[in-house]
């Protein structure tokens, strides 16, 4: 087993910067992907906002507050993996397409309870929209997971993989 990767102050203050900068890269990943997600879930969901900016400002900040609370999944498991040795790009695009899957994950769950508080069994369709709900979920949160990582590891890579300042 190795030893515990320790960080040097700089190495922890760009770690501190990376996780900072998150809740405004995905918000601004949920704004830039809005026409995408828009167009691309016009079968499942029906219909155009009246307002595509408001909807676009809306999903931004909706992805920017997700991005704000799974970054507090997010240190936990950087200190977790710092305990086996560095972290590598695998480890950190990993654990960004999961961790970028945990709030679609979360509402679903609570969705389901809501469901079974009803006395109602609840099904895929009433969840996600189905099965392509489901995948198209998957898809939005892994790539915002796996962006958002991307863009940790710029930030804080060299500090987390060589132990340098």
């Known amino acids: 087993m190795r030893d515990a990767h320790t960080l040097s102050p700089a190495g922890e ?18 704004f830039g992907l809005f026409p995408v997600v828009d167009y691309t879930g016009r079968a499942l969901y029906g219909g155009r906002p009246v307002d595509a900016l408001d909807a676009a400002i809306s999903l931004g900040a909706g992805v920017g ?7 507090l999944f997010a240190f936990p498991t ?3 993996l710092l305990k086996r040795g560095p972290v590598t790009r695998r480890h950190a695009l990993i654990s960004g397409a999961v961790l970028g899957n ?5 509402i679903v769950s609570l969705l389901a309870i809501s469901r079974f508080r009803q006395g109602v069994m609840p099904g895929l369709g009433d969840l996600t929209y189905g099965p392509a709900g489901a995948i198209h ?11 958002a990582a991307a863009v940790f590891r710029w930030l804080a890579g060299r500090s987390i993989v060589e132990g340098r300042p």
């Open 137 to 147: 979920a998957i898809v939005l949160g892994s790539f915002i997971g796996v962006t």
């Open 13 to 30: 203050a760009r770690v501190i910067l990376g996780f900072a900068v998150q809740p405004f890269v995905t918000g601004l990943l949920g």
């Open 78 to 80: 950087l200190m977790w």
């Open 65 to 71: 507050i997700a991005g704000l609370l799974v970054t």
């Open 102 to 106: 945990v709030p679609g994950a979360l």
